[in-house]
């Protein structure tokens, strides 16, 4: 028991182990409530683009030695703003021109970067993440914009709720469903913002997806949903940071490993969706099915042949 | 230039304060125009059956009067204002299909959406609107369903709740797009009394339908729409063995490709009908 409860508290003596706790609790709980909407809508993939297309916001704000955040949000919302108006409705179409888009201003991040005299340190922490290095500031920006994304998920439930379910219905009840887009991509981009420092820039859309498709398959329920994909996306956080310290791994890395495995074992284990129940359940239902069975049709070769009057 | 009047649908005695007006609405995709200049005067305690080819216009014209594509000319006006400012008036049901019906809500969820527009902003859902689910949920026979994830629903079942949730919007005007497709006779006739009941209550109801008969049997009146003709009139005179042998020849298709412009009021015998037995199953037989 000793051992165990050493395993967590030994690293938390040190204060930059305590900040990091923070930071991916903060982290955890923010990109599996947005998740929830990425998933279900399907905007994995613009979740990725919009995470390339930050940084090279990144880049410039470290270049003029500004707020690394600011950089990144100003190019969140100027890529969100074009995503929206781009992909407004015809998502799928649109696929390869986000494509083009996001690669580009990714390279550009790249050949900025490279102009760095610490080219490679600079890009491996922005890239991958680097928590044990989160700042008293870096906490209170990601507390800031995790309230901001957690407060515009609870106003706009409804909203999201039935523009997720039904574009077409939510437009003719009178929602604003082109505004409704532009701010849950906006919240994408904050929650990409405040990812940052936990997991990097490559990694972020893992914890965007992966919690919030494991809690698909445990719930029917879109709360539920929701708080279950924030937990799993905290207890990922705090065991992979956990391991990252005793195995002196990349914490980044190791946290979107643990989310996966857990994905992993809910995919297997789950009840109803889950490979494994589902199997069992298929083979109670089979051996269920009692003795007795119906002919629908038999076929006039196999009957018997006609008795002679 | 054809302007296409679809007269005759609001009965005598009604004002501009008791109908819906459409006049010279047209819409387009890109460069092809789906709707071509269509005006009609529909009354309160009316059923319009929208009928025609795939790809002809009916989930346009619907969703035209929903207001949410936008007009390339003409006006939509509700009680003498425009659709625009009637928005709470009007409930949009779009065809079944263009959901994900794996979503994780469930039936109720979806009837409750119903209510967004009778609801504020910050005032969260009230007692009362959780009763208006549940007895909008009874009448279309789901209300033991109510906490079934909707995926776990049959297609009738699934429609019942989409109607469901038009019913929950207290509209005045119900724009139901293919309520009939893909589903068992049993919703078939849930569907048929609910619209008898809209009627009844004085509401308006445009109903997009593959199936004429269906059409024939729930509708006063019959509105056929084509890329480049439109036809309208009372069931009684549209749903005759003649002139749907004219619009549509038995298992027979209209289609907008006739190089000469269609007769003003409707469709002259032979032009702008196309047989077509090879391409759309989904026409049926009239009285199939």
Sequence with gaps: ?309 | MQALNLIGGAATGMGPEDTLIVSDLSVAYGRRVVLRKVSAEIGRGQVVGVVGPNGGGKSTLLKAVAGIIPRLSGEVTLFGRPIASQRSKVAFMPQREIVDWDFPVTAADVVMMGRYPRTSWLHRTQRYDHEVVDEMLDRVGMLEYRDRQIGSLSGGQQQRIFVARALAQEADVLLLDEPMTGIDASTQEVVMKIIEEQRQQGKIVLLATHDLFAASCACDCLCCVGERAVSFGPTEEMYTEETLTEVFGGPVIILGQQSEPAPAHGYMPGHGVHHEHEHDHTHETPGS
């Design chain 1, 1 to 309: 028991m000793d051992t165990v409860f050493d395993w967590f508290a030994d690293p938390l003596r040190y204060e930059f182990m305590q900040r990091a706790l923070v930071e991916v609790v903060l982290m955890g709980a923010v990109t599996g409530a947005v998740g929830t909407y990425v998933v279900l809508r399907g905007l994995s993939f613009i979740g990725d683009a919009l995470s390339h297309a930050i940084f090279p916001g990144i880049v410039v704000a470290y270049l003029l030695g500004r707020s690394i955040f600011l950089g990144a949000m100003a190019f969140g919302i100027l890529t969100s703003g074009a995503i929206t108006v781009v992909a407004t409705n015809r998502r799928i179409k649109e696929d390869s021109a986000i494509g083009v888009l996001f690669a580009g201003m990714f390279a550009l991040g790249i050949v900025l970067i490279s102009s760095s005299r610490n080219f490679s340190r600079d890009l491996a922490s922005f890239l991958f993440g680097n928590v044990l290095g989160a700042t008293m500031n870096d906490i209170w920006i990601s507390a800031g914009a995790g309230l901001v994304v957690i407060l515009f998920l609870l106003l706009f439930h409804r909203e999201l709720l039935i523009v997720s379910f039904d574009r077409l219905a939510g437009e003719s009840m009178g929602i604003k469903v082109f505004w409704i887009d532009l701010l849950l991509l906006l919240m994408i981009s904050l929650t990409i913002v405040i990812s940052l420092r936990a997991v990097g820039n490559i990694l972020v859309v893992a914890m965007l997806v992966t919690p919030a498709a494991t809690a698909r398959l445990m719930t029917d329920r879109l709360p539920t949903m929701i708080l279950l994909s924030s937990a799993i996306g905290v207890l990922s956080g705090l065991i992979g940071l956990f391991i990252s310290y005793h195995a002196d791994v990349a914490a980044g890395g190791t946290i979107v490993l643990v989310a996966t495995g857990v994905f992993g074992v809910v995919w297997l284990f789950a009840p109803e969706h889950g490979l494994i129940m589902s199997k069992l359940i298929r083979r109670q239902i089979s051996d269920s099915l009692g003795e007795e069975s119906t002919v629908l049709f038999e076929s006039p070769q196999i009957l018997p042949p006609r008795r002679q009057a």
